[in-house]
């Protein structure tokens, strides 16, 4: 099974600050495709996981351009360049390049301060 | 948008049987492979199945093998969960999700996802 490791498990940020999410995968995620299956979402409390970024870098509809997503083979990174009150919750990262199983990362949680 | 409506969890006891539904609506349920993602109490997410479009085919998890059935009736838009042998550690909001996209070799990505259904083990 692929291990998705996420750092840090939790991190404080106070509105208009960047933010910085890694996420390191035990294979790489590059598929001979071209394609990288890396993604990330965000849950908010009481509330289903919302996709972000698909394929590693591309924001889903709708996502604010303030989220990023960057890296290869086994390092990623989101990026958020100015946190807003709203963007607290726990974030994931997830492989898709080998399943059985799916696999996520542990979640980092977001606080606003 | 997309909607993914859960129900039948609830309170079970272990050794239990319970079966989970998922109702689809605003997407063309039967082209796209379905899920189920659980989460325990305060802890992250883990996949547990998917199934193809057409139904022929499933995927599971480890910890569900042997003891979890996924099911789809596309003629009713519902994506199901046979649960039995249930244990304690299956406690878990479970929630259905869609698939993203597929090529002509797997699928990929969840892009929408249901508000979930407890699932209560418990004596």
């Known amino acids: 099974d692929i291990v998705m490791t996420q750092t840090p498990l939790s991190l404080s940020v106070t509105p208009g600050q960047p933010a910085s999410i890694s996420c390191k995968s035990s294979?790489?995620?590059?598929?001979?495709?071209?394609?990288?299956?890396l993604y990330w979402y965000l849950q908010k409390p009481g509330q289903p996981p919302r996709l972000l970024i698909y394929?590693?870098?591309n924001r889903f509809s709708g996502v604010p351009n303030r989220f990023s997503g960057s890296g290869s083979g086994t390092d990623f990174t989101l990026k958020i360049s100015r946190v807003e009150a709203e963007d607290g919750g726990v974030y994931y990262c997830?492989?898709?390049?080998?399943?059985?199983?799916?696999?996520f990362g542990q979640g980092t949680r977001l606080e606003i301060k | 948008e997309v909607q993914l409506l859960e129900s039948g969890g609830g309170l079970v006891q272990p050794g239990g049987s319970l079966r989970l539904s998922c109702v689809a609506s605003?997407?063309?349920?039967?082209?796209?492979?379905m899920s189920w993602v659980r989460q325990a109490p305060g802890k992250g997410l883990e996949w547990i199945s998917v199934?193809?479009?057409?139904?022929?085919?499933?995927y599971y998890a480890d910890s569900v093998k042997g003891r979890f059935t996924i099911s789809r009736d596309n003629s009713r838009n519902t994506l199901y969960l046979q649960m039995s042998s249930l244990r304690a550690a299956d406690s878990a909001v479970y929630y259905c999700?869609?698939?993203?996209?597929?090529?002509?070799?797997?699928?990929?990505?969840?892009?929408?996802w249901g508000q979930g259904t407890l699932v209560t083990v418990s004596s």
């Open positions: 999700a869609k698939r993203m996209y597929c090529t002509k070799t797997s699928c990929y990505g969840f892009d929408y």
């Open positions: 605003r997407f063309t349920f039967g082209n796209y492979p």
């Open positions: 199934i193809s479009a057409g139904g022929d085919s499933a």
């Open positions: 294979q790489s995620l590059l598929h001979s495709d071209g394609k990288t299956y």
């Open positions: 394929e590693a870098f």
């Open positions: 997830m492989q898709n390049i080998q399943f059985p199983p799916i696999t």
